[in-house]
């Protein structure tokens, strides 16, 4: 009777409660906080299987991406029941989710019309030169006026033109007016919704500034733009006024908080391949067994003895955008060992981070003096190390790293007509969190940078129409050769 009295009486006391969707690249995630405290009271996760059909290109079954956030939402719901917390007292659920990622599916039969055809990918790269040879002056900056994006095989819109020229099912489905696209969260919210039933199809102006289709400064889809068809991330808050980056970063739109607020803009640098290293050191060259092992082992030599990888499995992002880069090791000697080589992996996020972060720095004209990091990687210690001595400034990881999540369930909860969580700056709960301080003097830290930016020249320009080219007329050469062969025979 006590028992059953106190835990009504828990339940009571917690309040309003707002659970987030977190559906990223590599997993899916329910989680559910408290709206006074911000507490994370329970979630649940699930890993998300990606198939790479040919070279380059990267896919997910949608299907599955769905699945998986009703797993996680009804593991998370049953861990709330077991701890005699009320789930009827979920208010809200905010999203937030891999961007430029891209689905197609049929409206008429809720099917998808293809996999999801996630941000990475490379297939389109003749769709991009194609397009920017048909700019003045073959610019691939040529909409960043209107997107504050380049013209990159890493934005939706490109994606979508993919779909719609070797996809029959798409063709058809467009032509018919059955085709509905979006990016992750518009899949998941219609078919959240009622799907075929009348599901919601919508996104927000922070997605759709993903999708090269959105005019940030009108915050609208862009006539001309449409007309056509067609991690590890940074990002520094500009406020109410756009600023173009000179320095290869995207101008994007940060959040906007109501139908009536301003939106607030941000500067950012995407790294293509940071978390994702892990996994291949793991699942491609077998030298780890999990993400703890890697910091391990790492840690057991504390230097990378030399050696510098740059992770350029599908090109280089920001601030280069150079998508015919390649991956390469390099600074090997005898010595050499697989320690070293983590080491250079954990090193290759963090030098990212900092060319990133110094384009920041020349575009905002203001120097950062300290930087935020959320995320699973920020679990590892000795890559929370290397990032402040290889910045020489200050990592600040806060005691609940699950801050991405926590946000979307922010905005959820604060949304009109919900209003259960104050965004107000002294309604706040103060975060916690951990401070790691650069130990390294800032010379050491610079010789170590430039020999990156060595490694990183060297990896430019590998993947060249020229070498493709080559290898068409060496074939060629080869069969001509075997004919004349079998002539002689």
Same mark, same amino acid.
């Given at each position: 009777m006590n028992?059953?009295m106190?835990a009504?009486?828990h339940?009571?006391m917690?309040g309003?409660?707002?659970?987030a969707i977190d559906?990223?690249?590599s997993?899916?995630r329910?989680?559910?906080?408290?709206?006074?405290?911000?507490?994370?009271?329970?979630?649940h996760?699930?890993e998300?299987k990606?198939s790479f059909?040919k070279?380059?290109?990267?896919?997910?079954?949608?299907?599955?991406?769905l699945?998986?956030v009703?797993?996680c939402?009804?593991r998370?719901c049953?861990?709330?029941?077991q701890l005699n917390?009320?789930i009827s007292?979920?208010k809200a659920?905010?999203?937030t989710?891999q961007?430029?990622?891209?689905?197609?599916?049929d409206?008429?039969?809720?099917?998808?019309?293809y996999?999801?055809i996630?941000?990475?990918?490379?297939?389109?790269?003749?769709?991009?030169?194609?397009?920017?040879?048909k700019?003045p002056g073959r610019?691939?900056?040529?909409?960043?006026?209107k997107t504050g994006?380049?013209?990159?095989?890493?934005f939706s819109a490109?994606?979508l033109?993919w779909?719609?020229?070797?996809?029959?099912?798409?063709?058809q489905?467009?032509?018919?007016?059955? *085709?509905?696209? &979006?990016? =992750?969260?518009?899949? #998941?919210?219609?078919? /959240?919704t009622g799907g075929? !039933?009348g599901?919601?199809?919508c996104?927000d102006?922070t997605?759709?500034?993903?999708t090269m289709?959105f005019?940030?400064?009108t915050?609208?889809?862009?006539?001309?733009?449409?007309k056509?068809?067609?991690?590890?991330?940074l990002?520094?808050?500009t406020g109410?006024?756009?600023v173009?980056?000179?320095h290869g970063?995207?101008?994007?739109v940060?959040?906007?908080l109501g139908r009536?607020?301003?939106?607030?803009?941000a500067?950012?640098?995407?790294? *293509?391949?940071? &978390?994702? =290293?892990?996994r291949w #050191?793991?699942?491609? /060259?077998?030298i780890?067994? !999990?993400s703890?092992e890697l910091?391990?082992?790492?840690?057991s030599?504390?230097?990378s003895?030399g050696?510098y990888?740059?992770?350029?499995?599908?090109?280089?992002y920001?601030p280069?955008?150079e998508?015919?880069?390649?991956g390469?090791?390099c600074g090997?000697?005898?010595?050499?060992n697989k320690?070293?080589?983590?080491?250079?992996?954990?090193e290759a996020?963090c030098?990212q981070?900092r060319e990133?972060?110094?384009a920041m720095?020349q575009d905002?004209?203001?120097?950062l003096?300290q930087?935020?990091?959320?995320g699973g990687?920020?679990?590892?210690k000795l890559l929370?190390?290397l990032q402040?001595?290889?910045l020489c400034?200050?990592?600040?990881?806060?005691s609940?790293?699950?801050?991405t999540a926590?946000?979307?369930?922010m905005?959820?909860g604060?949304a009109e007509g919900?209003?259960?969580?104050?965004?107000n700056p002294?309604?706040?709960?103060?975060?916690?969190?951990?401070?790691?301080e650069?130990?390294?003097n800032?010379?050491e830290?610079?010789?170590?940078?430039a020999?990156?930016?060595k490694?990183?020249?060297?990896s430019?320009?590998?993947?060249?129409?020229?070498s493709v080219?080559?290898i068409i007329?060496m074939?060629?050469?080869?069969?001509?050769a075997?004919?004349s062969l079998?002539s002689?025979?």
């Amino acid at each position: 009777m006590n028992g059953t009295m106190a835990a009504s009486s828990h339940r009571i006391m917690l309040g309003p409660l707002v659970a987030a969707i977190d559906q990223g690249t590599s997993s899916t995630r329910f989680l559910v906080f408290n709206s006074k405290t911000a507490e994370l009271l329970s979630h649940h996760q699930v890993e998300i299987k990606q198939s790479f059909p040919k070279e380059g290109w990267v896919e997910e079954d949608p299907k599955e991406i769905l699945q998986s956030v009703y797993e996680c939402m009804e593991r998370t719901c049953e861990k709330l029941t077991q701890l005699n917390i009320d789930i009827s007292n979920i208010k809200a659920i905010g999203v937030t989710n891999q961007r430029e990622t891209t689905l197609v599916w049929d409206k008429e039969t809720g099917e998808p019309l293809y996999n999801a055809i996630v941000w990475l990918d490379l297939r389109t790269q003749s769709t991009v030169e194609r397009l920017i040879n048909k700019t003045p002056g073959r610019n691939k900056n040529h909409l960043k006026h209107k997107t504050g994006l380049p013209i990159s095989t890493y934005f939706s819109a490109v994606k979508l033109r993919w779909l719609m020229d070797n996809v029959d099912e798409v063709h058809q489905a467009v032509v018919s007016h059955r *085709a509905m696209f &979006g990016t =992750v969260d518009s899949w #998941l919210i219609w078919c /959240l919704t009622g799907g075929k !039933s009348g599901g919601v199809h919508c996104t927000d102006v922070t997605n759709a500034s993903r999708t090269m289709l959105f005019n940030i400064h009108t915050m609208d889809w862009d006539p001309e733009l449409c007309k056509y068809g067609t991690g590890c991330f940074l990002l520094r808050n500009t406020g109410v006024k756009p600023v173009m980056s000179e320095h290869g970063l995207l101008t994007t739109v940060a959040y906007k908080l109501g139908r009536d607020k301003p939106a607030c803009y941000a500067l950012e640098g995407s790294v *293509a391949i940071a &978390g994702a =290293v892990v996994r291949w #050191l793991q699942d491609n /060259l077998g030298i780890i067994g !999990s993400s703890e092992e890697l910091e391990k082992l790492a840690a057991s030599v504390g230097t990378s003895y030399g050696c510098y990888f740059v992770p350029a499995f599908s090109g280089l992002y920001a601030p280069y955008w150079e998508p015919s880069a390649r991956g390469i090791i390099c600074g090997l000697t005898q010595f050499t060992n697989k320690s070293h080589l983590a080491f250079a992996a954990l090193e290759a996020v963090c030098f990212q981070t900092r060319e990133i972060l110094d384009a920041m720095n020349q575009d905002s004209g203001i120097p950062l003096t300290q930087l935020q990091v959320d995320g699973g990687m920020t679990s590892n210690k000795l890559l929370m190390q290397l990032q402040a001595d290889i910045l020489c400034i200050p990592v600040v990881k806060p005691s609940m790293p699950e801050t991405t999540a926590l946000g979307a369930a922010m905005a959820a909860g604060a949304a009109e007509g919900v209003s259960v969580w104050s965004l107000n700056p002294e309604d706040l709960s103060e975060v916690t969190s951990e401070k790691f301080e650069p130990q390294i003097n800032p010379e050491e830290s610079e010789f170590r940078y430039a020999r990156w930016k060595k490694a990183v020249e060297k990896s430019m320009n590998w993947e060249t129409m020229d070498s493709v080219f080559g290898i068409i007329a060496m074939l060629i050469n080869e069969a001509a050769a075997n004919q004349s062969l079998k002539s002689v025979l």
